[in-house]
């Protein structure tokens, strides 16, 4: 395994977070809250709302406050940070990523993506999976050797264009 590149703390994957970020995670804690019970509370899946937590999804006026209620945050302050005026960033962060779970991610494409890609083009023809109009999904699959992490990657296929 390739040792992980030494990363300055001020460039680590959380600096850029817009600072209500904190807030977020914070209330969410102190009010013992998952993701996915906000996610039932504003009517979004759980890894759209953790995406918006971290600065990587738009949430729109209604769902800011309804963010707010959940939260007990003054709607003011989210809309102030994520308002109309803010756009997402969707960037992974330093490469490779230093964090193991998402070092875990980047290794699995690192080993399967050449065969991912085969059966994805052997089963649908020559083009991707939009991660635009994607669903993922986390599910824990009791194992009796451990528990097992199940990721869903639901996205549509877009073919290349012939011109």
């Known amino acids: 395994m390739a040792q992980a ?3 300055p703390a001020n460039s680590a994957p959380y600096a850029d977070l817009p600072p209500i970020s904190t807030a977020l ?3 969410k804690a102190r009010k013992g809250l998952t993701f996915d019970d906000v996610a039932k ?7 759209w709302v953790a995406a918006a937590f971290y ?3 738009k ?3 209604d769902e800011i406050d309804s963010l ?12 102030n940070e994520l308002g109309a005026h803010w756009w997402p960033s969707r960037g992974l962060g330093p490469v490779p990523p230093t964090d193991p779970v998402i070092y875990r991610l980047y ?14 083009h052997e089963k649908f023809g020559d083009g991707i999976m939009s991660m635009i109009d994607c669903k993922v999904n986390v599910e824990k699959k009791p ?11 639901d996205g549509k296929f877009l073919p290349y264009a012939k011109w």
């Open 68 to 79: 707010a209620k959940v939260l007990d945050i003054p709607t003011v302050n989210i809309q």
């Open 107 to 120: 290794e699995s494409v690192l080993v399967y993506g050449h065969a991912i890609k085969a059966v994805v």
């Open 143 to 153: 194992d009796p050797k451990g528990d097992r992490v199940l990721l869903t990657f």
């Open 25 to 27: 995670f914070e209330a």
């Open 55 to 57: 600065g990587q999804a």
């Open 59 to 61: 949430l729109s006026p």
């Open 41 to 47: 509370a504003i009517g979004r899946d759980e890894i």
């Open 5 to 7: 590149a030494k990363v």
